[in-house]
């Protein structure tokens, strides 16, 4: 199915609790968004798979929870105070500013040009003025007195806290190299050009790995190291294809051209998608070298080595870094899940198919009406799965309506008690549900007794 358009899926995730624009009631606020009790559901599943194939399932990567705001100089030795910026410009006629390279790439829309082939605004074709560096990190201020001494960032990415940590984890976790330190984190940055939904916002969760290795033998011809590098790669783009669900056709692998690389990295792939207006990056993978730890070793004085006991000698470990957005691959799932199919009226349903693993809701009990009979079996049932799987109860409307319902928000599966579960007109009742699957419409009866077990074979991973 070819990819829907944004405002369909935005308009779904607001229509059913995903995302919302953030303080709607005072107009919103730019490249800012909330998200409602499904998104975080859907965010945590995300983080969580993550977490638990970067972590969980390897012997070679320990996690780490390092503090927001922290030393001003960790911006300094990271090159950000003095690089992280992007080239702005203005109209001269409606003040309007942008980002002068997305411009370029027609972010903004239409590229438009004077009569000399100079990009104009594309509002109102006004002149624009010289590009000037605009530092993306926002400042805030620390302690009751705003002067330059006060002065501390909030974190643009979250790579920093692992590199200023390398020795505490190093020492404390007896770690040999190669090994790996994880962090899933709030990041923020500046942003000025508008944002496409959730794609480029204010402030976004990042899921950043440092893999740090041996230097290589030759640092003018790293052959190991470009080898590993290509080996996360390959990593983790088979996460996005096998966990998260993304058809491989709508992903694809891009070198970045070196004047475009960060002020840290030597070569980095960014791993994009097919968004509904082009590729777009969704991970970035880099080499950074020894960058990192020696700028914050020479700034703070403080040697960040690992002894090589081969050689007998200090030396500075080498890392590749896997860094994908949680709010972006959020923004993909949604993006990739959402089906729009005939049923068997011809109507269209609209069926978000997330996996198990990453579905908010993965069991919705649904009784067959409000009828009193049902009710206190659909609730033991209800209990019954509550405590394995985030799960819904719902009574009201048809139940051909609370199906569509759940098929909306991608539950897998639903499970309906009748009247011939409770017994009617004196008859005794068979104790059995129905199992309804979200993506065939199948439905299969089982006894209650049985149910977790039936469930769990068809939740996978959940
Ligand atoms: N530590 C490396 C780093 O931060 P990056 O390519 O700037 O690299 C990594 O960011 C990922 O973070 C991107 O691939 C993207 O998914 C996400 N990201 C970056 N800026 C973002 C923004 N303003 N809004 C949402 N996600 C963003």
């Known amino acids: 199915m070819p990819a829907p358009d944004l405002e369909t899926v935005v308009s779904l995730a607001k229509r059913r609790g995903f995302v919302f624009p953030s303080a709607e009631i005072y107009g919103g606020f730019a490249n800012s968004y909330d998200y409602g ?10 983080r969580e798979a993550w977490w638990r194939s970067m972590v969980r399932e390897r012997d070679d990567v320990v996690g780490l929870d390092a503090a927001l705001i922290t030393n001003p100089q ?25 980002r002068a390279d997305h411009l370029a790439e027609g972010t903004y829309g239409e590229i438009v040009r004077d009569a000399n082939g100079a990009i104009v605004c594309p509002f109102d074709g006004g002149e624009l003025t010289e590009p000037r560096q605009f530092n993306m990190m926002f400042r805030t201020q620390v ?41 899933t984190r709030v990041s923020f940055r500046n942003e000025i050009t508008p944002g496409r939904f959730i794609f480029r916002t204010l402030e976004f969760e990042q899921m950043e790995m440092e893999y740090f290795c041996l230097p290589p033998k030759d640092r003018d011809n790293p052959t190991e190291y470009l080898e590993l590098h290509r080996q996360w790669i390959t990593e983790r783009l088979n996460w996005y294809i ?28 960014d791993i994009e998608y097919l968004f509904p207006w082009g590729w777009g990056e969704l991970e970035g993978i880099a080499a950074r070298t020894d960058f990192d730890l020696s700028s914050h070793a020479a700034l703070s004085g403080k040697p960040l080595t690992y002894f090589d006991e081969e050689t007998n000698e200090h030396v500075v470990p080498w890392v590749i870094e896997p860094a994908a957005g949680l709010s972006r691959t959020l923004a993909v799932t949604l993006l990739e899940c959402y089906t729009e199919e ?21 069991v919705a009990v649904l009784p067959l009406s409000k009828n009193e009979a049902l009710r206190p079996t659909a609730r033991r049932v209800y209990d019954l799965i509550r405590p394995l799987w985030m799960s819904q109860y719902d009574e009201t ?30 008859e005794p009742g068979d104790d059995a549900v129905t199992i309804r699957e979200r993506d065939s ?21 959940a």
Request: a positive charge.
């Open 37 to 46: 009790p499904l998104g975080i559901e859907l965010k945590r599943n995300i």
């Open 74 to 98: 960790v911006w300094v030795g990271s090159g950000h105070v003095a690089n992280f910026t992007d080239p702005l410009v203005d109209c001269k006629k409606c003040q309007r500013r942008f």
């Open 143 to 183: 302690g009751p007195v705003a002067d330059d001494s006060s002065v501390a960032y909030l974190p643009p990415e979250t790579a920093q806290g692992i590199f200023v940590n390398f020795d505490n984890v190093a020492q404390s976790m007896r770690r040999k190299l190669p090994f790996g330190i994880a962090q």
């Open 242 to 269: 096998n966990v998260v669900g993304i058809a491989p056709e709508r992903l694809r692998l891009r070198d970045h051209e070196k004047d475009e690389l960060s002020h840290y990295s030597a070569g980095t792939t």
């Open 342 to 362: 005939p049923d068997e009226k011809g109507e269209t349903r609209v069926v978000l198919k997330f996996r198990p693993n990453i579905a908010p809701i993965k």
């Open 397 to 426: 409307q048809s139940i051909g309506r609370r199906y569509r319902r759940q098929d909306e928000i991608g539950t897998p599966l639903c499970v309906t008690v009748d009247f011939q579960t409770v017994g009617e007109k004196g």
């Open 441 to 461: 419409q199948a439905q299969v009866r089982v006894p209650i007794s049985g149910l977790l077990e039936a469930l769990r074979e068809r939740l996978p991973g």
